[in-house]
């Protein structure tokens, strides 16, 4: 069974200029530029599905201000309740 | 009531701290930099702030910086360092900051000489900055002025949330004559614009830019409205026999020190001379004179207060002529008339006040015609 | 960079207490961005508007958001001078190697041979020198406490300048002093790059002309920028200005009171105290309850330029301060006699500093008194109180009605007790000297 997800992304599609610098910094590689454009005529970062963790990291890799959000699960809540 | 003989530049030191100035920011500079040297003295004494700035394009920055944050603040300078706050006036003014800066004219143009000279009226008074705007501008000729109008400048300040000038000449600022204090006044409050690094003003936004081009006319319209207000509302003048004058006088600073004797003794000798003093060359005081018939060609029948305008202390806007005198003794020759101890009096003209006299009629004639287009020559 | 600055400010519980200082440049619309207090400025004047608004506000926190133009080249005095005075600010300078805003002009950290639109060959070092290195120019000075230089070049580098914006923001919490971080940061758009190789280009060629790392760390000896103390209470600030003296009721005494009107001129070399001369002269009269004014002029040179100054005292107001034609002259010296005695008033008064007047300075139609002043002084230990030895020479010889304030002015004005002492004494032998002329 695959381990869940401990980050989740808001990815706004048409705020991203698909500059790809998310795509370079994100350390599990679970980014990419789409192949559709979105209204500015820029390939917009997508997330691959899986594996995020809640690192941060392409948020203060991208430029913009408001195209990505990065959700952390709160550490208690990725621990198993004890038995 | 006690009085003390004080310097002009000290003065308006000590008024400025009586206004609840509590901010000085300058650069040496003669003939002001007395000011500096009092400010350095006294603000720290009265819990003020007093930094020596690394120019004058720094000071007038720094005094941005004390506006913007709701402080009372100052700066002085002469023409050359006037010039190099030109930039900072035009943000003052757009950003709407208040702040008093005093101009103790000296020679020029370039570095010129450092007696005095009225030499930055166009500077000063047309606004030598980039943009359209305006700084109320007060011209002391005394020293008593030099507080008292200098205390004028800060609520000007305030009220028009714009830049004022204190402009004066080396003389006014180096001579001494008796002031009468007034009350110190507490500092006031920051205002509800202003920045001041809590969580009320956290809002708050201090900048001149507006980047579409119709918000900043309309900007730029709102300013005109307070310029327009202050025409309204804040001139100040002085004006001595005007009413029967075949010629008057218009002048300030030193110049309409030593023409106010000119008055005098011409009056003694039966001409009608009359004298205006405006006292804000910005706004305007020039309106308020009228000549009394139109005239064609030569000989002037009178000129003074227009019929019913006698009694009107302020004027309205139209700028009228508000004409700047030239540098002071150069072009009106004056000399002084005086008593002596033993009260015997001069009674006849000397060849240069005749000469003085004269170019000043031509140079009534010359400008007669303006006074009736009433459009403003700035 | 903005994220970096705003994580910064939140995480550490600021944001009320924060005012952005946004120049004109690459950080000109900052103000968009933060939910903070924001003044936008004049390109390169951020120190100095910082240096007002921290003045005025030292509880807040204020930062200077600028780029390397601003900073660097329009602004060079005022980040020298605003770092040299310990400013305690912080300032955060981004460093894209040109000028973004205006469209890709070369900046003063143009790497040599990168090219801009002013610098179309390349940077050339002996037309435009080599890029300027500000943490290691800012390091010359004593005062600032934290200078670092990170870059945004990758991960790890942009984990570092968070680390580097958050510790300079406690310095100046803590109220330490002057904070620098320099962030060398990639600007796609100009550089005619890709984000990637933009970045790639701050990792591998930027940080070889400008090394990484903590230039100046001083935050464990730096001490705490003192406190400013309590001001003066309102009722306090006559007292501070110098406003309580009180100089007694003035009264005015002798006949001519009513109608008296000196136009005195008091002309010598720079250093004989002729302005002092006048001022007592002044002084006197406004403590015998008469109008006065004192006018100086000056030459540049601080001693032996000429000297003069316009005294008037008068019963009614005085109009022009400018005395053309003296009715009293005060010539110190031969020249100052000679230039000045042509405008005095017939039935005038002069007094001359010199045992006889030139026989070419002659004026039949008013009183000269001509006595060796400075040498009596110095005779009385100090020649520089020839003025006042000249002084109490005017007061026998022209009755005036403020001769009893005389001393007491005196008294006032000089600290010096000696040059009191010999001041006094001159009076009386100008006096004196007065005496022996007018019987003459």
């Known amino acids: ?83 | 009531m006690h009085k003390e003989l004080i310097k002009g530049n000290e003065a308006i030191v000590k008024g400025a701290i009586l206004a609840g100035c509590r901010a000085y920011y300058g650069y040496p500079i003669t003939p002001a930099s007395e000011i500096a040297e009092a400010a350095a003295l006294y603000m720290p004494q009265a819990g003020g702030v007093f930094v020596q700035a690394e120019s004058e394009v720094a000071a007038i920055n720094m005094i941005y910086g004390a506006a913007s944050a709701g402080v009372r603040s100052m700066t002085a300078s002469s023409g050359p360092g006037l010039s190099l706050m030109q930039e900072g006036f035009s943000y003052l003014a757009g950003s709407e900051l208040p702040c008093v800066v005093a101009d103790i004219m000296r020679g020029g143009p370039g570095l010129g000489n450092i007696a005095p000279e009225q030499s930055d009226y166009h500077q000063i008074v047309k606004c030598g900055g980039h943009g359209n705007y305006r700084t109320v501008v007060l011209a002391p000729d005394s020293v008593q002025e030099m507080c008292d109008l200098t205390m004028l400048a800060f609520d000007l300040a305030d009220r028009y949330r714009n830049p004022v000038v204190v402009l004066a000449d080396g003389f006014i600022g180096q001579m001494m004559e008796p002031v009468a204090f007034p009350e110190a006044r507490a500092v006031p409050p920051a205002p509800a614009w202003a920045v001041t690094g809590t969580r009320e003003t956290r809002a708050n936004l201090v900048t001149s830019i507006y980047l579409e081009p119709d918000v900043l006319e309309a900007h730029v319209r709102k300013l005109e409205e307070k310029y327009k207000r202050a025409e309204q509302e804040s001139v100040r003048f002085e004006a001595r026999e005007v009413e029967d004058a075949d010629i008057v006088l218009v002048c300030y600073g030193i110049v309409a020190r030593v023409l106010k004797e000119v008055v005098e003794s011409a009056r003694a000798e039966g001409l009608r001379v009359g004298l205006l003093r405006p006292v804000t060359l910005y706004p305007p005081a020039g309106g308020i004179l009228q000549p009394r018939g139109r005239q064609r060609t030569g000989q002037r029948r009178g000129s003074g207060l227009r019929p019913g305008r006698a009694s009107q202390t302020r004027s309205t806007a139209g700028g009228g002529a508000c004409l700047s005198s030239p540098s002071y003794m150069g072009s009106l020759g004056v000399s002084t008339i005086t008593t002596s101890a033993r009260g015997s009096c001069s009674t006849r003209p000397t060849t240069a006040r005749a000469a003085g006299m004269a170019s000043c009629t031509s140079w009534w004639r010359r400008r007669s015609t303006g006074w009736e287009s009433r459009t403003a020559p700035f | 960079m903005h994220k970096l600055v705003a994580e910064a400010i939140d995480g550490l519980g600021i944001q009320d207490r924060t005012i952005l200082i946004s120049p004109v440049g690459c950080s000109v619309f900052a103000y968009y961005y933060f939910d903070i207090g924001n003044v936008q400025v004049a390109h390169g004047r951020a120190p100095a508007v910082a240096t007002g608004v921290k003045r005025a506000h030292p509880q807040s926190i204020v930062i200077s958001y600028q780029g390397d133009g601003d900073l660097a080249a329009i602004g060079s005095a005022e980040i020298l001078h605003a770092a040299n005075r310990g400013e305690n600010i912080t300032v955060f300078f981004v460093n894209n190697a040109i000028y973004g805003m205006t469209g890709g002009q070369m900046a003063p950290t143009t790497l040599i041979g990168q090219k801009s639109t002013t610098s179309p060959f390349g940077r050339n070092f002996w037309n435009e020198g080599n890029p300027i290195k500000v943490c290691e120019v800012l390091n010359a000075l004593d005062a600032p406490v934290y200078l670092e230089r990170v870059a945004l070049g990758n991960n790890k580098q942009i984990m570092g300048a968070a680390r580097a914006v958050k510790r300079a923001l406690e310095v100046q919490m803590r109220g330490l002093g002057f904070s620098l971080v320099e962030v060398l940061s990639p600007c796609p758009t100009i550089w005619k790059m890709e984000p990637v190789a933009a970045q790639r280009w701050v990792l591998e060629e930027m940080t070889k002309n400008f090394p990484l790392g903590v230039v100046r760390d001083r935050t464990k000896e730096a001490p705490v920028r003192p406190a400013p103390s309590e001001p003066p209470s309102l009722a306090e600030i006559p007292r501070v200005l110098g406003l309580t003296r009180d100089s007694g009721a003035p009264e005015a005494d002798g006949a001519g009171g009513a109608s008296i009107e000196l136009a005195i001129k008091v002309a010598g070399f720079g250093g004989q105290g002729v302005l002092l001369l006048g001022e007592v002269l002044a002084e006197a009269g406004l403590a015998a309850g008469l109008q006065v004014s004192w006018l100086p002029s000056y030459g540049p040179e601080m001693r032996s330029g000429t000297s003069n100054c316009h005294v008037r005292i008068a019963a009614k107001p005085i109009a022009s301060p400018l005395v053309a034609r003296p009715n009293v002259l005060l010539a110190l010296n031969e020249p100052s006699l000679r230039k000045f005695l042509p405008a005095v008033e017939p039935q005038g008064l002069v007094l001359y500093n010199g045992t006889a007047c030139p026989p070419d300075c002659v004026r039949p139609d008013v009183t000269v008194i001509a006595a060796p002043f400075t040498e009596m002084a110095d005779a009385l230990g100090g020649a520089r109180a020839g003025n006042v030895a000249m002084l109490g020479a005017l007061l026998e010889a022209a009755h005036v009605p403020f001769d009893r304030q005389v001393p007491g002015v005196l008294r006032r004005l000089v600290r010096s007790q000696k040059w009191l002492d010999i001041d006094l004494a001159a009076l009386a032998r100008g006096r004196e000297a007065a005496r022996q002329e007018v019987s003459k």
Not at chain 1, 17 to 39: D, F, H, I, M, T
Request: proline residues 8%.
């Open chain 1, 1 to 83: 069974m695959k381990a869940a997800d401990r980050g989740r992304l808001d990815l706004d599609s048409q705020e991203c200029k698909g500059c790809g610098l998310c795509v370079e910094a994100c350390p599990p590689k679970v980014l990419q530029l789409a192949s559709y454009l979105n209204r500015y005529g820029y390939h917009p970062v997508t997330y691959r599905g899986e594996g995020c963790t809640g690192c941060g990291i392409c948020f203060f890799a991208c430029p913009e201000p408001g195209a990505i959000v990065v959700w952390r699960m709160k550490p208690e809540a990725a621990r198993p309740l004890a038995a």
